[in-house]
T-cell receptor, first 113, second 109 residues
Framework: KAGVTQTPRYLIKTRGQQVTLSCSPI?????VSWYQQTPGQGLQFLFEYFSETQRNKGNFPGRFSGRQFSNSRSEMNVSTLELGDSALYLCASSLDPRTPEAFFGQGTRLTVV | LAKTTQPISMDSYEGQEVNITCSHNNIATNDYITWYQQFPSQGPRFIIQGYKTKVTNEVASLFIPADRKSSTLSLPRVSLSDTAVYYCLVVNNTDKLIFGTGTRLQVFP
């Protein structure tokens, strides 16, 4: 079956713009989590959604937001982009929040110039 | 959430067995130990999970002593393609996955 699909794979934006990233989980998976990965900070948890509800949120400013749709697809949005938002954004899906095995997508490489 | 400590980096040669140890002194009763592998520019991939004693799958073995304050991921006969970052996580069924800095394994020919 198809894996986790993230679109777009690469994105270049300028400071002050906003961006929306998309994640399609594995079919049947209802839990989606987002992570930001940078060389300096490593893999940092952004938020987790299950059944269209945000279950957990990491320590990121309000400029970072997300949502999950009824088909489990998820989007995350970053407004008023800053240079420091340049990162690899990873989405992970699992059957439900109790499942320890999460499947990650290839990520979206965002560059803010 | 129990914090984990693991070596920043390790070097090995093809064909050798690699053991990566992770400390998790504050592990709770309902926590499991989980390991992920990550190649450059890719998302992490689940390797193995255990609660106590030994767990083995087609990729690796996980050794957990009785006190569960540490665990060791064992990769038998590594190859160049095993060069990656390996993350040790302590999770329970209600928490999000929190990744530490991981161990960067470099396998040489």
């Amino acid at each position: 079956k198809a894996g986790v699909t993230q679109t777009p794979r690469y994105l270049i934006k300028t400071r002050g713009q906003q961006v929306t990233l998309s994640c399609s989980p594995i079919s049947g998976h209802r839990s989606v989590s987002w992570y930001q990965q940078t060389p300096g900070q490593g893999l940092q948890f952004l938020f987790e959604y299950f059944s269209e509800t945000q279950r957990n949120k990491g320590n990121f400013p309000g400029r970072f937001s997300g949502r999950q749709f009824s088909n489990s697809r998820s989007e995350m949005n970053v407004s008023t982009l800053e240079l420091g938002d340049s990162a690899l954004y990873l989405c992970a899906s699992s059957l439900d929040p109790r499942t320890p095995e999460a499947f990650f997508g290839q990520g979206t490489r965002l560059t803010v110039v | 959430l129990a914090k984990t400590t693991q070596p920043i980096s390790m070097d090995s040669y093809e064909g050798q067995e690699v053991n990566i140890t992770c400390s998790h002194n504050n592990i709770a009763t309902n926590d499991y130990i989980t390991w992920y592998q990550q190649f450059p520019s890719q998302g992490p991939r689940f390797i193995i999970q255990g609660y106590k004693t030994k767990v083995t799958n087609e990729v690796a073995s996980l050794f957990i002593p009785a006190d569960r304050k540490s665990s060791t991921l064992s990769l038998p006969r590594v190859s160049l393609s095993d060069t990656a970052v390996y993350y040790c996580l302590v999770v329970n069924n209600t928490d999000k996955l929190i990744f530490g800095t991981g161990t960067r394994l470099q396998v040489f020919p």
